[in-house]
């Protein structure tokens, strides 16, 4: 069973960078398909991050593109999320997933989330 | 961006109900299209892909159906766990953006 989990601080300094790491189980990255960051501000609805596929080739939302980078670590088996300069509106539960065998595609297995709020 | 659109964005309804979810694409989109159910304080999860392809697990009370711009779900016999927040989402934009709808939000009645 593919299990996702997220990890990385709770609360960061508006300016500074948000940094997250997924932890997969159950599935080796190196085996294939593109991983992914969602994110949810509280109540509301879900926004697409970024993927990346084991290789390290990426796609990132335009909207965030010049502040976010995902990265791969096969030897740890997991991902990771870096957003810099946060404000307040970056503030959310991120989530990562599995997403397919292409770079557009749907997200089968996700983690349980994380709620990262940015404030000073 | 290709900009999906749900409704009703909130539905009462009763257990044994059946009930449909529309989502409409700003453009077309063939039928890459997912719908996720997501439970207060849970991540979404995959309920449809390929608009009408059931999710291994999933019930049979669910379905999904269309392509192009236009795309339903529906649950035929509402049942007390369904009573959540359902989301589509659109996979077929390149240069890639993923798009999700505004989310319907299921409540009991």
């Known amino acids: 069973q593919v299990q996702l989990q997220e990890s990385g601080p709770g609360l960061v300094k508006p300016s500074e960078t948000l940094s997250l790491t997924c932890a997969v189980s159950g599935y080796s990255i190196s085996s294939g398909y593109y991983w992914g960051w969602i994110r949810q501000p509280p109540g509301k609805g879900l926004e697409w991050i970024g993927s990346?596929?084991?290789?390290?080739?990426?796609y990132y939302n335009p909207s965030l593109k010049s502040r976010v980078t995902i990265s791969v670590d096969t030897s740890k088996n997991q991902f990771s999320l870096k957003l810099s300069s946060v404000t307040a509106a970056d503030t959310a539960v991120y989530y990562c997933?599995?997403?397919?065998?292409?770079?557009?595609?749907?997200?089968?297995?996700w983690g349980q989330g994380t709620l990262v709020t940015v404030s000073s | 961006a290709i900009r999906m659109t749900q409704s009703p964005s909130s539905l009462s309804a009763s257990t044994g109900d059946r009930v449909t979810i529309t989502c409409r694409a700003s453009q077309g989109i063939s039928s890459y299209l997912a719908w996720y159910q997501q439970k207060p304080g849970k991540a979404p999860k995959l309920l449809i892909y390929a608009a009408s392809t059931l999710q291994s697990g999933v019930p049979s009370r669910f379905s999904g159906s269309g392509s192009g711009t236009d795309f339903t779900l529906t649950i035929s016999c509402l049942q007390s766990e369904d009573f959540a927040t359902y989301y589509c989402?659109?996979?077929?934009?390149?240069?890639?953006?993923?798009?999700f709808g505004q989310g319907t939000r299921l409540e009991i009645k």
């Open positions: 990346i596929y084991h290789s390290g080739s990426t």
């Open positions: 997933a599995r997403g397919g065998v292409v770079a557009a595609t749907y997200d089968d297995y």
């Open positions: 989402q659109q996979y077929y934009s390149y240069p890639l953006l993923i798009t």
